[in-house]
Structure formats: structure tokens, C-alpha cells
């Protein structure tokens, strides 16, 4: 079965650089949610989006923004990197109104120096 | 947003059941009780969820309390593979977010 694909797996940048990490949800799923997570630290949920609209925001930085496609890939831009931006960032997505679990990507482990 | 209680961490032996409890004691009406589990450098994952009866599927089983006041996730064959960190998490209805405690690490021994 088709799972959440997120890429890329690796990312290193320098301080104050962008990066840019890609979310392909389930096929038909209609809902995507970011998560960051540190070091030794539990997922933080930094922003969702259904249908292509923001539905919920977190503890998303300022530096950061999203937004979702009308192929339902969403995207998570990151500005002014800073090394404690260094982390797992997760995404999930499900189907609204559904019976089912959300399904979660494998990350993408970002690394700032 | 209701919170929920677990404990930090809990042993087991290999092929022996396992009970993992969650406090939920403000829960309301309409909060499903979700179980996601973390291993290592890995994505969570979904295990199980439900809304006021007991649940099973082919991972594990949810007991929920008669008040909904807590509920257990229960392993019914822990092997090795099962070692990992649980998360019990309440969601008032999909699409929203979850919100990650501190969850339970389970050690499983062979």
C-alpha cells in the first residue's frame, strides 16, 4: 500500500540558508499535518491543511511557512535557518471524516551547521 | 485540550502480554482515545483507536473504561519488535491535530 512519501530523507544547510522539505500524502487523503521533532523530544505540531487551506497552526516559527497543492502535496519552506532548527520534521496525512489513523512519513532529518 | 497520563516507561519479557494504561480524566464526550507508537529515528504509527468500546485489531487491543476516565493499549504478544515509545492522545475529531505527551518507552527483554 502506498504510504506518506517525504523527501528529501537528508538535508544538511548552514545557518541562515532556506530549505524547502516535500510531503506526498496518501492518494485520495485530503488532509496533511507537519510535525517537528528535536532531539530526545516528542513530535510538536507545527501546521495542517485540508482541502488546501491552512486548517490549524502550532508553534510554527515565523521563518516558516507551508501551503498545500491542488495535487495535495504540501510543502514546508524554512528561512534563516538557525542550528536549532535541526530536527526530525514528520508528515502526516489522513482522510476527513473517516474512520482511519492518521499515517505518518518516515521524516526528513534536517541538520543546520 | 485534555490531557493525557503515562507512565515514562515500562518493561516486558518477550512473548508475555502487555498492558500500557492512559489517564484521561478530563476526556469529553467526544474525544477519541488514539495510540500511536514511535520506534527509533521512525516516523509515529498508528495502532489503534476508539471512542467508548473496547477495540481489537491485528496489533494490539484498546480497553476503555466505563467512565472513559482511562483506557489500557494491550500487547497481547510483545516481541522484541514492540520496543518503542507509546503515545495515548486524545483528538476531539479528525482533522485535528494531535498533541504528543511524553508518551510510554517500552522495553521489551528477550
Known amino acids: 500500500a502506498a504510504g506518506v512519501i517525504q523527501s528529501p530523507r537528508h538535508l544538511i544547510k548552514e545557518k541562515r540558508e532556506t530549505a524547502t522539505l516535500k510531503c506526498y500524502p496518501i492518494?485520495?487523503?485530503?488532509?496533511v499535518y507537519w510535525y517537528q521533532q528535536g532531539p530526545g523530544q516528542d513530535p510538536q505540531f507545527l501546521i495542517s491543511?485540508?482541502?488546501?487551506?491552512?486548517?490549524d497552526k502550532g508553534s510554527i516559527p515565523d521563518r516558516f511557512s507551508a501551503q498545500q497543492f491542488s495535487d495535495y502535496h504540501s510543502e514546508l519552506n524554512m528561512s534563516s535557518l538557525e542550528l536549532g532548527d535541526s530536527a526530525l520534521y514528520f508528515c502526516?496525512?489522513?482522510?476527513?471524516?473517516?474512520?482511519?489513523?492518521?499515517?505518518f512519513g518516515s521524516g526528513t532529518r534536517l541538520t543546520v551547521v | 485540550d485534555a490531557k493525557t497520563t503515562q507512565p515514562n516507561s515500562m518493561e516486558s519479557n518477550e512473548e508475555e502480554p502487555v498492558h500500557l494504561p492512559c489517564n484521561h480524566s478530563?476526556?469529553?464526550?467526544?474525544?477519541?482515545i488514539h495510540w500511536y507508537r514511535q520506534l527509533p529515528s521512525q516516523g509515529p504509527e498508528y495502532v489503534i483507536h476508539?471512542?467508548?468500546s473496547n477495540v481489537n485489531n491485528r496489533m494490539a487491543s484498546l480497553a476503555i473504561a466505563e467512565d472513559r476516565k482511562s483506557s489500557t493499549l494491550i500487547l497481547h504478544r510483545a516481541t522484541l519488535r514492540d520496543a518503542a515509545v507509546y503515545y495515548c492522545?486524545?483528538?476531539?475529531?479528525?482533522?485535528?491535530?494531535?498533541?504528543f505527551g511524553p508518551g510510554t518507552r517500552l522495553s521489551v527483554l528477550p
Open positions: 502526516a496525512s489522513s482522510l476527513l471524516g473517516f474512520n482511519y489513523g492518521y499515517t
Open positions: 492518494p485520495r487523503h485530503d488532509t
Open positions: 491543511f485540508y482541502e488546501k487551506m491552512q486548517s
Open positions: 478530563t476526556i469529553s464526550g467526544t474525544d477519541y
Open positions: 476508539g471512542l467508548t
Open positions: 492522545i486524545l483528538s476531539r475529531d479528525y482533522g485535528q491535530n494531535f498533541v
